[in-house]
């Protein structure tokens, strides 16, 4: 009895030390820190979203807005009133600012959503890093960059990992949170706990190239490339192929053209670089030559397909 007295003691003090994430700081008002923004909020968090412009902020916020529209109109068909207290509700929790460094000193996390380029990464968590307060946990969005990196640019090292959203937010359901060899159990469990107080179902990985999902998408969207490269099948018969025979919602060219050219190219490259002697990851003239002529897609009209 006493045995399971201290247990439960000692299950009530590891709850107690878990991080309870209320106060999150979202840095990029892009189309991924806007939904991040937009799921936080709608359910209870108190969010602030950061970027360079009040330009950029304006945009987001009214994303945002039919965004939660939208989502209404799913969720609330039948009750128009509750609806529109739901927006209102949600965007009362949403603020914005172009000031980082003055925002974080009250948060309780903190998730990056910009560019996909490592040292301007670095640069940004390690200047949070001497405002932010020293609970707060720091968490990436990036889908293809090593978490750990970003982590040795700050001294929490222990209160930092990857929180990887799919695209569009409010509608995907998967968050990979990514642990690294130093981030502490209190941090990843708080992590998943955020994850799931969104409304997502998160898994858990490695701090490995690509995680789960684009570890096994990245290659495979090559491999169709490489098929097509060598005149082993045309790229609708692939896509046709895949669709049916696979039951994917789109085909590998389909995908890359949603995705953009230049993303995929990024991503397989800095793998590349990694491992090198990786046949998954090595790449292709194809590719290359699409984005060297600015065909990356559906962005530019223009991709492996073409877009009016």
């Given amino acids: 009895r006493h045995f399971v007295r201290a247990a439960s003691s000692d299950a009530a003090t590891a709850a107690a030390k878990k991080l309870l994430i209320k106060h999150v700081t979202i840095i990029g008002g892009g189309l991924m820190g806007a939904g991040i923004a937009q799921v936080a909020a ?84 390690k200047t949070l890093d001497k405002f932010a307060p020293e609970h707060t946990v720091f968490a990436s969005n990036t889908s293809s960059l090593q ?26 359901k998967l968050v990979e949170v990514i642990k690294t060899p130093m981030t502490s159990q209190k941090t990843f469990e708080s992590l998943v706990d955020f994850s799931k107080a969104v409304g997502k179902s998160p898994v858990s990985c490695k701090d490995t190239p690509g995680f789960i999902v684009n570890r096994l998408l990245v ?44 993303t995929s190219k990024y991503i397989i490259d800095g793998w590349h670089s990694l ?24 962005k530019t009209g223009e991709g492996f397909y073409k877009y009016k």
Wanted: net charge negative; glycine share 6%.
């Fill in 42 to 125: 709608a359910s209870g968090h108190t969010v602030v979203l950061v970027d360079r412009s009040d330009e950029i902020l304006k945009k987001s916020a009214k994303g945002i807005e039919e965004s939660l529209k939208r989502v209404t109109k799913k969720k609330f068909a039948d009750k128009p009133e509750a609806g529109a207290e739901f927006i209102e509700k949600t965007l009362k929790n949403l603020t914005t600012s172009t000031d980082a460094a003055s925002v974080v000193h009250s948060t309780d996390l903190v998730i990056e959503a910009i560019v996909e380029n490592l040292e301007v990464k670095n640069e940004l968590f």
């Fill in 147 to 172: 978490i750990t990196k970003m982590a040795n640019a700050t001294t929490r090292q222990d209160r930092f990992g990857g929180l990887h959203f799919f695209n569009p937010v409010p509608v995907m």
């Fill in 219 to 262: 290659p495979y969207m090559m491999e169709a490339v490489r098929l097509f490269e060598r005149g082993d099948a045309s790229k609708e018969d692939i896509d046709v192929a895949m669709k049916l025979g696979a039951g994917y919602p789109m085909g590998p060219f389909e995908l890359l053209d949603y995705v953009g050219l230049d």
């Fill in 275 to 298: 491992e090198p002697n990786n046949p998954l990851f090595a790449p292709s003239p194809l590719l290359n030559k699409l984005v060297e002529e600015k065909k990356l897609g559906k």
